[in-house]
């Protein structure tokens, strides 16, 4: 049986192709100018899905590259510091071995040089202070002013884990370093054998044993610039995979987020020319009526 088609189902018929073409060309003109293949979830729920994934995993790896920012600038400060005290320790091992040399010493050079030995704990002391941005690098997750008592040496910091930065999910790594392990504290600190090295020098005594003690508070500044610098190269490492990681999301999100501009303007194109053709399609059959029958 052959249905009836009135002038109303085809009004409606074509109402309903020109509303789909409209929605397809206004779909278009918004990708064209967002460059986002969907608006809203319901637009592509599959691919929405995918793109809050990616989302969520970028988060997760942007935190992890400021913890990794924020954990070089410790461990940078920590070896600069180091390295400073290193300098320091090596000069005064050599003013020790200068002022073992009694006999040929007199008593204003003796001076001089317990004098510079009074100055280079001074600025010891001050490495073993460093902060930064306000917290003291050598004293763990204390919150003392400084690591170091400038008066009595006594070590100020919480001894436990230290300061640590999540690096990965399954990774952390300590940024900061124990100040009592690499200087020393209280009257067995580096800047206490130093003054009384000093001491002794304007006393008159025989410093040649104390080459010793400088030798070993040396070491111990020294090792603790090679462990700062085994966490400075992990902490490298993971930057530099985290950096990939991020890269590889990106082109993730992209596409699946992003469209191919070329692509959708020539699909732009063809859609307003189907319009336009449905729009002359339509004219010409709505204008179909009774009287012209009857022409």
């Known amino acids: 049986m052959i249905g009836r ?3 109303t189902t085809m ?6 192709t020109l509303q789909t073409n409209l929605a397809d060309r206004e779909r278009l003109q918004n990708q064209a100018a967002s460059q986002r293949a969907f608006r809203s979830p319901s637009e592509d ?3 929405a899905a995918t793109t809050i994934g990616v989302h969520g995993e970028q988060s997760r790896v942007a935190q992890f590259a ?3 920012n924020d954990g070089m600038a410790w461990v940078t400060t920590v070896d600069t510091a180091l ?5 320091l320790l090596n000069r005064a091992r050599d003013l020790v071995a200068q002022g073992a040399n009694s006999g040929a010493l007199s008593p204003t050079a003796r001076e001089s040089i ?12 001050s490495q073993a202070n460093t902060t930064l941005l306000g917290r003291n690098v050598f004293a763990g997750t204390s919150d003392a002013g400084a690591a170091f008592d400038p008066a009595t040496f006594a070590f100020n910091g919480a001894p436990g884990e230290g300061v640590q930065r999540r690096i990965s999910d399954n990774e952390t790594v300590r940024v900061d370093y124990d100040g009592a392990q690499a200087f020393g504290q209280g009257a067995n600190s580096a800047f206490a054998l130093l003054n009384d090295i000093a001491a002794e020098l304007r006393g008159g005594a025989d410093i040649g044993a104390r080459l010793n003690d400088v030798d070993a508070r040396l070491k111990d500044v020294v090792s603790a610039r090679g462990a700062t610098g085994a966490r400075q190269v992990q902490l490298e490492r993971a930057t530099a995979q985290n950096l990939s990681v991020s890269i590889d999301l990106e082109a993730r ?8 501009t070329l692509e959708v303007l020539v699909n732009l194109e063809s859609a307003e020319l189907v319009f336009q053709s449905a729009l002359q399609v339509t004219a010409r059959s709505l204008q ?8």
Not at 11 to 16: A, K, M
């Open 66 to 68: 400021r913890n990794l």
């Open 253 to 260: 999100r992209t596409e699946v987020e992003n469209v191919d």
């Open 114 to 125: 317990a004098q510079e030995l009074e100055t280079i704990s001074k600025e010891l002391l």
């Open 5 to 7: 088609i009135t002038s």
């Open 11 to 16: 009004t409606q018929q074509s109402l309903r």
């Open 83 to 87: 390295g400073a005290s290193t300098d």
């Open 45 to 47: 729920p599959a691919a």
């Open 288 to 295: 179909t009526n009774l009287m012209e029958f009857l022409r």
